[in-house]
């Protein structure tokens, strides 16, 4: 694993105590010719800078990008060994280097990226800065170490399971759990990957095993803002929405 620190953006916030993100950006873009997603353009910006520049916006101490990215990024860049791991190799791979109590993890091709957080970061609400990181709340389990159907289906958007959760993720219309669109508490995190990986390791681990028996707030997406880009056609509708954007601003809800 090799990280390279780049200087980061000026901030225009100040920090959110105890929030670092980690933005993957290591797939193959298989569906997409093979090209790194993170350096494709909506809207006239680099889908990686996209996602920097929310994690910065939710007032990250520190953001890293995991993947190998053409141009610069603001941001540590960590590439993974073996490469193509998945999201979960590309989760292992930054996790070490997150001090932070509270994590932000983001795909790196979510044109729609500050929406997201912007999400998450009203979901959460003052848990963030109520944690200092050195004590954790017991999660709401049904005894076996799997999430109780309170603490997984409590799930408004505002509010947070009795005890605290491990974490908020963001769910689409159709009910699917998006998990590179959540926060995360970091210790929860560790301890999961541990548990999940122990048999044969993270390469090539779905992230849904990984992040699955977590406790965590579901965060409804009422307005597709977790749509990502995985094909031609998928791409071309993100520019299209993002010309949209441009000429007229105020157009979307």
Do not use: N
């Amino acid at each position: 694993m090799e990280a390279r620190a780049v200087a980061q953006p000026p901030r225009s916030r100040r920090p959110t105590p105890g929030l670092d993100a980690v933005i993957l950006a290591g797939g193959r873009g298989s569906r997409l010719g093979g090209v790194s997603k993170g350096d494709l353009e909506v809207g006239g910006r680099r889908l990686i800078d996209v996602a920097v520049g929310a994690a910065h916006d939710a007032g990250a101490i520190r953001t890293l990008v995991v993947g190998a990215l053409a141009v610069q990024t603001p941001a540590e860049l960590i590439r993974e060994e073996p490469l193509f791991g998945g999201p979960a190799a590309g989760l292992a791979a930054a996790l070490p280097s997150v001090s932070a109590p509270w994590l932000l993890l983001l795909a790196c091709d979510l044109p729609r990226a500050p929406a997201l957080v912007e999400l998450l970061t009203e979901a959460s609400g003052r848990g963030l800065q109520a944690s200092d990181g050195e004590s954790e709340p017991e999660a709401d389990t049904d005894g076996d170490g799997s999430p109780s159907a309170s603490a997984v289906g409590a799930a408004s958007a505002h509010g947070a399971p009795v005890g605290g959760p491990d974490g908020f993720v963001v769910v689409d219309s159709d009910g699917r759990p998006q998990w590179l669109a959540g926060i995360y508490r970091t210790t929860a995190l560790k301890r999961a990957l541990e548990r999940a990986a122990a048999a044969s390791g993270a390469h090539g681990l779905a992230l849904r095993h990984v992040l699955e028996p977590l406790a965590l707030t579901r965060v409804p997406d009422r307005r597709g803002a977790s749509a990502d880009i995985d094909t031609p056609e998928q791409l071309a509708a993100a520019r299209a929405d993002a010309a949209v954007d441009v000429l007229a601003p105020h157009s979307r809800p």
